[in-house]
């Protein structure tokens, strides 16, 4: 009953996509038995991808399974080429280890906040900090066919553009990963999105030619989060949305989510929540009834940035999003600049309002500056401005910051630190 309760409950929230031995899947369910997912320390900070990775490990860890949270210190040097058309940049050692630290003190963090209990961090550096080159091969090269290897999609996607022996070789650390953790951590199961099915299923092979065909051992990967064009949502696609407040604020993620369409605030409700079935129900219902209210969207930003940051964060990007919106701007507080330093900004250089604005490319020409002027369209602090030459003077700011409204959609910040 446990697998059909936690399929079903994959299945609706549209996540899952491919199973390996789901015979095999039953018994470590019913068994409480060990899984793992990766994820390679590629920045200092996780993204909002990887939070879909994490919400899939709470519902698991629901179901009685250990659940162990494997960081790359040694896969992140060398680059999965999964998903990706181009080599990766190698990364320093001394970078990837500051990755690791500081990844698994945010993971730490967060599985604390989303209440996952009994969870490992674990650092597959420690695989291979004392396998020579000659144990790779002799133990684990002879076991793995060529041709076997260049049918994985991750190569095949890769093979007309080019693929380095390093990356070619990624699929090979994976599965060993996968078998040390068999051996040394109970792990019979491993997590990965719908691109890591042949790094999956290479260590399943990997682990039965150790111990048998009939070891239970078994893998899941579900549908990668993307956006409405099929772009994978994360550190590649347009700016990151990091989980790291420091790297993305509390109004940055508040903005993201706020603005999502109704198919896709739907579909992280799902994905990247513990919204459960009637809940989503009765938002989805109440929000058809009003749709202009984002009831979707502020739903599943209040969930998310409670759990990321806070319920106190997630308040104070709802009232400052109010007040930005309103163009109310002298109830910002100096509070309120921490969240406002990573929006679209200039810093003031003593030049006319019409210099910064075309020297910073928000603006094309002076004709096009006059057309907006002639139109009423160029606001600061809310109030429609007319003079040409105007500069910006110590008085026009609103703690250190002036807010420029150029027609209907466009909003610049310029900041003035000599306050």
């Given at each position: 009953?446990?697998w059909?309760?936690?399929?079903?409950?994959?299945?609706?929230?549209?996540?899952?996509?491919?199973?390996?031995?789901?015979?095999?899947l039953?018994?470590l369910?019913?068994n409480?038995?060990?899984?793992y997912?990766?994820i390679?320390?590629?920045?200092?900070?996780?993204h909002i991808?990887?939070f879909?990775s994490?919400s899939?490990?709470k519902i698991?860890?629901?179901?009685?399974?250990?659940?162990?949270?494997?960081?790359g210190?040694f896969?992140?040097?060398?680059g999965d080429?999964?998903?990706?058309n181009s080599?990766?940049?190698i990364i320093?050692?001394?970078?990837?280890?500051?990755n690791?630290?500081?990844?698994g003190e945010?993971i730490?963090?967060?599985?604390?906040k989303m209440?996952?209990?009994?969870?490992?961090?674990?650092d597959n550096?420690?695989?291979?900090e004392?396998l020579s080159?000659?144990s790779?091969?002799?133990?684990y090269g002879k076991?793995f066919?060529?041709n076997?290897?260049l049918?994985?999609e991750s190569v095949k996607?890769?093979?007309?553009?080019?693929?380095s022996?390093?990356e070619f070789?990624?699929?090979?650390?994976?599965?060993i990963d996968f078998?040390?953790?068999?051996?040394?951590k109970?792990?019979?199961l491993?997590?990965?999105?719908s691109?890591q099915?042949g790094?999956?299923t290479a260590?399943?092979?990997?682990?039965?030619?150790?111990?048998?065909?009939?070891?239970d051992i078994?893998?899941?990967t579900?549908?990668l989060?993307t956006d409405?064009?099929?772009?994978?949502?994360?550190?590649?696609?347009?700016?990151?949305i990091?989980?790291d407040?420091k790297?993305?604020s509390?109004y940055e993620?508040?903005?993201?989510l706020?603005?999502q369409?109704?198919d896709?605030?739907?579909?992280?409700?799902?994905?990247a929540t513990s919204?459960?079935?009637?809940?989503?129900n009765e938002?989805?219902n109440?929000?058809?009834n009003?749709?202009?209210k984002?009831?979707?969207?502020?739903?599943l930003a209040?969930?998310f940035?409670?759990?990321?940051h806070s319920?106190?964060?997630?308040?104070?990007?709802?009232?400052l999003s109010?007040?930005?919106f309103?163009?109310d701007y002298?109830?910002?507080s100096?509070?309120?600049l921490y969240?406002?330093k990573?929006l679209p900004s200039?810093?003031?250089?003593?030049k006319s309002?019409?210099?910064?604005?075309?020297?910073?490319?928000y603006?094309?020409?002076?004709?096009?500056y006059?057309?907006f002027?002639?139109?009423g369209?160029?606001?600061l602090n809310g109030?429609t401005?007319?003079?040409e030459?105007?500069?910006l003077?110590n008085?026009f700011?609103?703690e250190?910051?002036c807010?420029?409204?150029i027609?209907?959609?466009?909003?610049?910040?310029?900041?003035n630190n000599?306050?």
């Amino acid at each position: 009953m446990k697998w059909k309760d936690l399929k079903s409950n994959l299945s609706w929230r549209g996540l899952l996509k491919d199973i390996a031995n789901e015979d095999s899947l039953k018994k470590l369910i019913n068994n409480g038995d060990a899984f793992y997912i990766g994820i390679d320390p590629t920045s200092d900070s996780i993204h909002i991808g990887h939070f879909l990775s994490l919400s899939l490990v709470k519902i698991l860890s629901n179901y009685g399974l250990k659940p162990i949270i494997v960081l790359g210190g040694f896969t992140g040097m060398i680059g999965d080429p999964s998903g990706k058309n181009s080599e990766r940049e190698i990364i320093d050692h001394s970078v990837v280890k500051n990755n690791v630290w500081k990844i698994g003190e945010l993971i730490k963090e967060l599985c604390e906040k989303m209440d996952i209990k009994n969870f490992e961090i674990f650092d597959n550096n420690e695989v291979y900090e004392n396998l020579s080159i000659i144990s790779l091969y002799q133990k684990y090269g002879k076991l793995f066919n060529i041709n076997t290897m260049l049918a994985k999609e991750s190569v095949k996607n890769r093979i007309n553009q080019g693929i380095s022996y390093t990356e070619f070789s990624y699929q090979l650390f994976q599965a060993i990963d996968f078998l040390y953790l068999f051996e040394n951590k109970n792990v019979k199961l491993q997590l990965g999105g719908s691109d890591q099915w042949g790094n999956i299923t290479a260590g399943i092979d990997l682990i039965r030619k150790f111990h048998g065909k009939e070891v239970d051992i078994s893998g899941i990967t579900i549908n990668l989060l993307t956006d409405e064009n099929g772009n994978k949502i994360g550190k590649t696609s347009g700016k990151p949305i990091w989980l790291d407040i420091k790297k993305t604020s509390s109004y940055e993620l508040f903005q993201f989510l706020i603005n999502q369409t109704d198919d896709m605030a739907q579909k992280l409700l799902l994905q990247a929540t513990s919204i459960t079935e009637k809940e989503f129900n009765e938002i989805k219902n109440e929000h058809q009834n009003n749709p202009k209210k984002k009831l979707l969207q502020n739903d599943l930003a209040k969930r998310f940035i409670s759990i990321v940051h806070s319920l106190e964060n997630y308040e104070k990007s709802f009232n400052l999003s109010k007040i930005l919106f309103n163009e109310d701007y002298e109830k910002i507080s100096k509070n309120d600049l921490y969240d406002l330093k990573n929006l679209p900004s200039i810093q003031n250089e003593n030049k006319s309002l019409m210099d910064l604005l075309i020297e910073k490319e928000y603006i094309s020409s002076r004709r096009q500056y006059r057309e907006f002027l002639n139109n009423g369209s160029i606001k600061l602090n809310g109030k429609t401005i007319q003079d040409e030459k105007i500069i910006l003077k110590n008085e026009f700011y609103l703690e250190q910051v002036c807010f420029i409204n150029i027609g209907k959609k466009k909003r610049v910040l310029i900041w003035n630190n000599n306050i």
